[in-house]
């Protein structure tokens, strides 16, 4: 399984579905405001299309910097130094927020917020001229910056925590902060048969490539979240 993860998280060096003559909106915001999720934690939110989604990657759930885990012999470690917590804390939240397990995502949405569906994901691509969104794997080569563009969506690369097992014990590796963005949706993947993990699709934004990917994930994994409602 570990083996597995690592496939899906690395770098995908030939594999892409759409050609570099795509052609994608500059989608500008129709409408903007702030919401604030029940932490107190305030986020810009943009209207594209009929939907609101927040600017700023939810810093909702368990810390990272405060995760732990049990060894095989049941005594109990923080995942990160004291040192690597307090650097997380004032480097990476304040850029990237919280990378959530899927539990706190679905969760920690603000009042009359949801965590996106991947119906949702689906409906922002079709806003930003991706031709087929339902699709999996990796399309739409220069997408990225127009979803990463700070007037608008401004999705941000901030990697993932990998979660794999060894020798009875769980080991976290924080990946590809500044190269790559990942976001859980609500939407499990029923079609993957593990009767010993649950699968939930997500995207990842590659800076590399320019293009965004939709697979599906072990949900040991910890990714970004943005918040999404639909327009009244």
């Known amino acids: 399984m570990k083996k597995m993860i690592y496939s899906l998280l690395a770098l995908p060096l030939l594999i892409m579905s759409s050609c570099s003559e795509d052609k994608f909106n500059d989608v500008e915001p129709v409408a903007t405001g702030t919401v604030t999720d029940a932490e107190g934690n305030v986020y810009n939110w ?9 600017t700023t990657n939810a810093m909702g759930g368990e810390p990272v910097g405060e995760m732990s885990y049990v060894n095989n012999l049941g005594y109990t470690y923080d995942v990160f130094s004291e040192s690597k917590a307090e650097n997380l804390e004032k480097e990476y939240y304040p850029v990237y927020g919280n990378l959530m397990s899927i539990e706190d995502a679905l969760e920690s949405a603000p009042e009359g917020w949801r965590l996106p569906t991947d119906e949702d994901w689906n409906r922002l691509e079709r806003a930003y001229g991706v ?12 997408i990225a910056s127009k979803m990463m563009n700070p007037d608008g969506l401004n999705l941000l690369l901030g990697g993932a925590i990998l979660v794999g097992k060894s020798y009875g014990s769980e080991n976290y590796r924080l990946l590809r902060v500044n190269s790559m ?28 490539t320019g293009s965004i990917d939709r697979e599906s994930m072990v949900t040991r994994v910890r ?10």
């Open 131 to 142: 031709k087929n969104p339902q699709d999996k794997g990796m399309q739409a080569s220069g």
């Open 46 to 54: 943009v209207q594209i299309g009929d939907q609101q989604w927040t």
């Open 181 to 208: 963005g990942y976001y859980w949706t609500a939407t499990e993947d029923t079609s993957r048969e593990d009767v010993d993990n649950k699968y939930y699709y997500y995207r990842r934004i590659d800076s590399y």
């Open 223 to 232: 990714f970004s979240v943005r918040w999404v409602r639909d327009a009244k």
